[in-house]
């Protein structure tokens, strides 16, 4: 695990991938050259968030198909892709399909559970079956079997001259299977990672269980009861994703800024929030040497072995080029990680 003195072994960085809605292609063009910054940088992963009716990436594997032509080595991930949103089968063939694309560098993300907003968009989303869809985990392991190769329909075999059926899906890419994650904020949802021989991917957020409000302890308990659950015990894998926002390169008015962000979040971290009892972690401000001594001494942080860190929402393209070229070239070596040639 990182203490110090011990390296970090992936770095990875994750975007929302803003754009405006008179213009639209210009913030996915955007969000496509901080992929291709990230591959120059020597970054281990790049991930993109999934927001459905709102103005961040709403296809995440469209996007992550499009930057399989423009990269060729960094790792491309999803943050989360909530499954209440999708058809597992039709799922399941397009992250085949970007898989194959990539050379096997894709590494898809996903949840579960109803729809955010869910009785304002039902009746677009599910007109005819709103009430008997599943939302459980079990909408995960179907996308699982279906990646793995568990049969998809009960017919094969030619039908007329050309046509070839498969029984499976289509494209099979043979080790998609192992590299997709579960996003999860509770013990629950953890352990329930583990069981599938799935990777865990955390977040900024938990759910706050039991009498603690202290969020580093509450995510190491998560990350351990994954790898108690896990065929791979200590060795499955688990990523950490706070927000880091290193100053060593910035601006007086980007410090500035960046200050006044956190400020105005930094409120919502003190208590569990709403109904579910979130809790979210602070974000991260300082110099790289300053922002590497906070996660030595965080407990989730020590549990693992990776990391993707998230970038801010709302900031401007050319705060995102500074702060990952800080964390590709101070935080990134304060915390013992070497980027990829």
Do not use: C
Not at 30 to 53: D, P, Y
Not at 95 to 111: E, F, I, Q
Not at 178 to 204: C, D, F, K, P, V
Not at 308 to 313: D, G, K, Q, R, T
């Amino acid at each position: 695990m990182p203490l110090p003195g011990e390296p970090l072994e992936k770095l990875g960085f994750l975007t929302i991938g803003l754009f405006d809605e008179g213009d639209p292609r210009a913030g996915h063009e955007a969000t496509l050259q901080i992929i291709e910054l990230g591959e120059r940088l020597g970054f281990a992963s790049a991930w993109v968030r999934n927001r459905h009716l709102q103005y961040g990436i709403s296809s995440p594997v469209a996007v992550l198909a499009a930057a399989t032509q423009r990269t060729s080595r960094i790792e491309l991930g999803t943050a989360v892709i909530p499954l209440a949103w999708e058809n597992p089968l039709r799922l399941a063939e397009d992250l085949a399909t970007v898989d194959v694309l990539s050379g096997g560098r894709l590494n898809p993300g996903v949840s579960v559970g109803p729809p955010m907003h869910w009785e304002d968009v039902r009746a677009a989303l599910y007109p005819d079956t709103a009430d008997v869809e599943d939302f459980s985990y079990e909408r995960v392991a179907r996308l699982l079997r279906l990646v793995e190769g568990a049969p998809a329909s009960t017919f094969r075999g030619m039908e007329g001259v050309v046509e070839e059926w498969s029984d499976r899906v289509q494209p099979h890419s043979p080790g998609l299977r192992s590299r997709i994650w579960y996003g999860g904020g509770s013990e629950r949802s953890a352990r329930w990672a583990g069981e599938q021989g799935m990777n865990l991917l955390t977040s900024s957020v938990v759910k706050a269980e039991g009498n603690s409000v202290d969020f580093a302890a509450i995510q190491a308990a998560q990350i351990r009861a994954f790898r108690v659950a896990h065929p791979a015990g200590e060795a499955a894998r688990a990523s950490q994703g706070l927000v880091v926002i290193p100053t060593d390169s910035a601006s007086t008015e980007q410090r500035e800024r960046y200050a006044a962000y956190v400020d105005a979040r930094t409120p919502r971290t003190r208590s569990p929030q709403g109904p579910a009892r979130l809790l979210f972690a602070r974000d991260l401000i300082g110099t790289s040497e300053e922002i590497a001594a906070q996660l030595h001494a965080d407990a989730a942080f020590r549990e693992v072995r990776e990391v993707v860190f998230a970038l801010p929402f709302s900031f401007a393209a050319d705060d995102y080029e500074q702060l990952l070229t800080d964390i590709a070239t101070k935080l990134g070596p304060a915390l013992g990680w070497a980027p990829t040639a």
